[in-house]
Nanobody, 124 residues
Framework: QVQLVESGGGLVQAGGSLRLSCAAS????????MGWFRQAPGKERDFVAT????????YYADSVKGRFNISRDNAKNTVYLQMNSLKPEDTAVYYC?????????????????WGQGTQVTVSS
């Protein structure tokens, strides 16, 4: 069983920054793709960013490209989401997800494991 624990959410003013962390445990993540998704109240869970565990390839949603950066520390089994120039529309619960696969994944149903989510609120 894989466990994912997110942290780093909070309240920030527009234009500010936050860094989310996702610590993974329970498996060896040498061949896991990781992703970040977000879900605002009353909306579907949307893709934010993804990173392949075994290479530096990344992919972002257009809405966050140039503002967010996904990275990983293999030794710590941790994935990060650095969020800069935050906007009120970035307000959502942010979820970390993992799947044992190669390549980048952008659909929620492609992921097997999910964290509990962390709230990000951006005030105007």
């Amino acid at each position: 069983q894989v466990q994912l624990v997110e942290s780093g959410g909070g309240l920030v003013q527009a234009g500010g920054s936050l860094r989310l962390s996702c610590a993974a445990s329970g498996r060896t993540f040498s061949s896991y793709t990781m992703g970040w998704f977000r879900q605002a109240p009353g909306k579907e869970r949307d893709f934010v960013a993804t990173i392949a565990w075994s290479d530096p390839n990344t992919y972002y949603a257009d809405s966050v490209k140039g503002r967010f950066n996904i990275s990983r520390d293999n030794a710590k089994n941790t994935v990060y989401l650095q969020m800069n120039s935050l906007k009120p529309e970035d307000t959502a619960v942010y979820y970390c997800a993992a799947v044992r696969a190669y390549g980048l994944k952008i659909r929620p149903n492609e992921y097997a494991y999910w964290g509990q989510g962390t709230q990000v609120t951006v005030s105007s």
